[in-house]
């Protein structure tokens, strides 16, 4: 299974940018996405993650309302709108593919990972 990431970048306080995950390897459609982050310093934390159908969503408390998480099943694709971006959301970002859904999603449940992708933001 191989998960590939882009879409990072510099952006200065208040912009957006849009990652994106290909997925291949697996059934893509038969398993929840999500994203993890990890700043400099901290441990990776969960960031969003999405059910197989789209229908559920849930995020970490920090990116509500301004991040969302979405995904295309024919493209085998996962994405993260990133809105309203804060010199704290600075992180490198993970695709995940965990083992099934789960609200409140923890690294243990993830079986595979994508590269990373990183994201800057200026103040």
């Known amino acids: 299974v191989q998960l590939q990431a882009s879409g990072g970048g510099l952006v200065q306080a208040g912009g957006s940018l849009r990652l994106s995950c290909a997925a291949s390897?697996?059934?893509?459609?038969?398993?929840?996405m999500g994203w993890f982050r990890q700043a400099p310093g901290k441990e990776r934390e969960f960031v969003a993650v999405?059910?197989?159908?789209?229908?559920?969503?849930s995020y970490v408390d920090s990116v509500k309302g301004r991040f969302t998480i979405a995904r295309d099943n024919a493209k085998n694709t996962v994405y993260l709108q990133m809105n309203t971006l804060k010199p704290e959301d600075t992180a490198v970002y993970y695709c995940?593919?965990?083992?099934?859904?789960?609200?409140?999603?923890?690294?243990?449940?993830?079986?595979?990972w994508g590269q990373g992708t990183q994201v800057t933001v200026s103040s």
């Open positions: 999405i059910s197989v159908s789209s229908r559920f969503t």
């Open positions: 390897g697996r059934t893509f459609s038969k398993y929840a």
């Open positions: 995940a593919g965990p083992k099934y859904y789960s609200s409140s999603l923890r690294e243990t449940e993830v079986d595979y």
